[in-house]
């Protein structure tokens, strides 16, 4: 059983400083990976918090079968998704109409992507569909599991395998053979 996990029993348990600990291990990771879908840190963080708070509210939904950072992720992604759906009812005015805006994803970049290593990656991903990049994020960065990105993912261990093969090739032709030592 992970760590995590175990924090979040002692939680249930009663000790309140365990949900902390769950929160500085897992709040920054699943804001980036949710980043990756809603290209907005500011609902990033929003829908990572709602996450956290489902662990809260129905304390019976997670049931200790996946890792606690496999289901937070899951939770995430199904969120973010949701976030998406809704928000294509919305009008939204364009960035380049929108004048004297700062642009918050650059602040939360530098947050998230202390060094030159971590740019260049994360500006390779953007070039990537939607679910190679979440593969990339989830085995690389997340250092989760075929199986375990696969739950989050909703697919199969060989379609991630799949995803993570092409994304390579994508990569390569994206960063060049020396950037491909940054992965």
Known sequence: ?????????????????AFEEIMRELFGGLVFFINGFVHDPHAAEDIAIDAFSDLVVHRHRYNFRVSLKTYLYMVGRSRALDYLRRRKLLRFTELSEAHGLADDSAALEELALANDRQRRVNAALAHL????????????????????????????????DNLLYRAKRELQSILGEEGMELL
């Open 1 to 17: 059983m992970d760590a995590a996990a175990n924090s979040y029993r002692r939680f249930l348990d009663g000790d309140e400083s």
């Open 129 to 160: 569909p939607q679910d190679m990049a979440a593969a990339v994020r989830l085995v690389y960065f997340e250092e989760m599991t075929y199986a375990e990105a696969a739950r989050v993912m909703g697919k199969k261990s060989k379609q991630v």
